[in-house]
């Protein structure tokens, strides 16, 4: 079983969303910090380099906008831009120890199945996507880092950020989250613009999306997937959704929390 050593930096986990009204993604790259400052240094680099572009955003790939960061480049040099990009990904974080990790949410499951069990107050998917990636990034850890934790940066400030947030804090010692809570170091936001993982981790997220809702738009998950590095998604389908809700009824703690009037 693959080992990683405790000696080299902290483990950082860049995290973005992408959603439509058929699935919510929360999409992220794990690895150390120091991979994360030569990544940044190179994506900048690629940033400046024609057709030069302020930032990275997967949505303004193929818009037609012409407000967007590419503006009026062909869609040609935009392709070829965001290969580039990738490019810089698989060169940084190549390895089976490096990791890209999605929470793929089935919305109309969620809405069927969780929401109608939930008071307002938590009715955010941010928050159960959140708990998808505490559980999957805990059984990472487990199996390749045993007794480290994982630094977390969400891009954006937003509501939707601080509400989850606010919300976990909250139900963090429950049966389900508690469980998981010493892999989780720092969490915080960040601004896509100026830090550089998460233009990256908005790529995966785009990406992820598409490929679950219409595989023909998917253009990039080709190259993405060109390494050794691991990858997994982690599915709140179904039968996780209804899971949750029976714990939900079913756990005091959770009853006393979650069924306030």
């Known amino acids: 079983m693959l080992q990683i050593e405790a000696t080299l930096g902290m ?15 929360v999409a992220r790259f794990v690895a150390r910090d120091e991979l994360w400052t030569n990544f940044s240094t190179d994506w900048r680099t690629e940033l ?5 572009i302020s930032h990275f955003k997967m949505h303004d790939v193929f818009t037609t906008k012409t407000n967007g960061v590419f503006r009026n480049h062909p869609l040609q040099e935009r392709i070829a831009k965001t290969e580039s990009l990738i ?11 490096d990791l890209a990790v999605n929470v793929v949410m089935d919305v109309r499951a969620y809405k069927s199945i969780l929401e109608p069990a939930l008071p307002r107050t938590y009715q955010n998917p941010y928050l159960w996507c959140f708990q998808g990636i505490l559980v999957s990034c805990s059984s990472w850890i487990k199996a390749t880092a045993a007794g480290e934790t994982i630094n977390f940066t969400f891009d954006d400030n937003k509501k939707e950020f601080r509400d989850a947030l606010r919300l976990y804090q909250r139900v963090a010692n429950l049966p389900g989250f508690v469980e998981v809570k010493k892999v989780v170091g720092t969490i915080r936001p ?20 598409l490929y679950g809702t219409d595989k023909s738009s998917a253009t990039f998950i080709p190259s993405i997937a060109r390494t050794r590095r691991s990858h997994f998604s982690y599915l709140l389908g179904k039968n996780r959704l209804a899971a949750i809700r029976l714990r939900i009824e079913e756990t005091s703690a959770w009853v006393q929390e979650f069924m306030k009037p």
């Open 11 to 25: 483990l950082t986990a860049y995290l973005d969303e992408s959603s439509d009204d058929r699935a919510y993604v």
């Open 48 to 52: 400046a380099a024609p057709p030069k």
């Open 87 to 97: 490019s810089i990904i698989n060169t940084h974080l190549p390895c089976r120890d």
């Open 190 to 209: 960040g601004d896509d613009k100026a830090v550089m993982p998460l233009q990256a981790a908005d790529l995966l997220a785009g990406q992820t999306r």
